[in-house]
Structure formats: C-alpha cells, structure tokens
C-alpha cells in the first residue's frame, strides 16, 4: 500500500469514524483509553454476546491518528469471537511494535504498518487496542 492510499484511509476514518457516537451508552460494556501526554481520551463501548464481539461504538476526542485506529479497529472486530479479537489486538500490536505479524486480516489497518517510524505515534495508533484488550480478557475469564 502507497504512502498516499494510507493517508486517504487515515483521514477517512478521522473525517467519518465508523460507530463514533455523542452520547452514554447503556447494555455496553464500557472502557476508556486516554493518553496522559496528549488530548487523545476515547470511551469505547463494547457489547459482547455468546461470546461475540456483537457491536462496539466510541466517543470522545483524539488526534487523527487515535480516531483513524480506533475506526478501523471498530470494523474489523465487530462479529469476532472473543478469543478471536484478542488475537487481532495482539497481531496489531506487534506489528506497530516492529514483532512478528500476520496482517491478512487487517485491511484499512495496514495503513498504520509503518507507524513504527514514528514513535510517539504508536500510543496514538495503540490507544483503543489498550482499552478493548482489558474488556476481552476480562470476558474470556468468564468464558472459560
């Protein structure tokens, strides 16, 4: 993917976040992510079924970065099992921390494959993995 094509998908999501909503969400799950260093503070909200991620929907205020990330997680994830997310949060992190990954199932999310270059981007782009893995690996305890 082209330096420009990743910039398109990133300033999409930002423009037109996918699920981002204005207000409290109730029968979610709900977790925050902020970045102590920045304005980036985003609620996530994630509704878990049958062992299902079945919706998850955000607000709050972040950087294009953060916004984009937080977008494209948001409909990657939704309709995975639990076991499933947390290996696509882990995937994803390693690839923005330079580790092994397999990205074949990241689609706009490669755009974020060079983050690496930039370090204080990588809690940018990390921040809504941070928070929704608290929410699966708490949901997985009681699934087990």
């Known amino acids: 993917m082209d ?8 300033l999409d999501n930002y423009d037109h976040p996918f699920n981002k909503v204005d207000e409290e969400l109730n029968g979610y799950i709900k977790v925050n992510s902020a970045n102590d260093s920045c304005i980036d503070n985003i609620n996530l909200y994630i509704k878990i079924e049958d062992n299902i991620i079945k919706d998850i929907k955000f607000s709050g205020e972040a950087c294009a970065i953060s916004t984009a990330s937080t977008s494209i997680m948001i409909k990657n994830m939704i309709g995975m099992t639990i076991k499933e997310g947390i290996d ?18 990241f689609n706009e999310a490669n755009a974020f ?19 929704i893995i608290k929410v699966l690996l708490e949901s997985s305890e009681k699934h087990e």
């Open 113 to 131: 494959d060079e983050t690496y270059k930039q370090g204080n981007r990588k809690t940018c782009a990390t921040l809504p993995y941070r928070g």
């Open 3 to 10: 330096m420009e094509t990743k910039r398109e998908i990133i």
């Open 88 to 105: 696509y949060v882990n995937n994803f992190t390693n690839m923005i921390y330079e580790k092994e990954y397999d990205n074949t199932s």
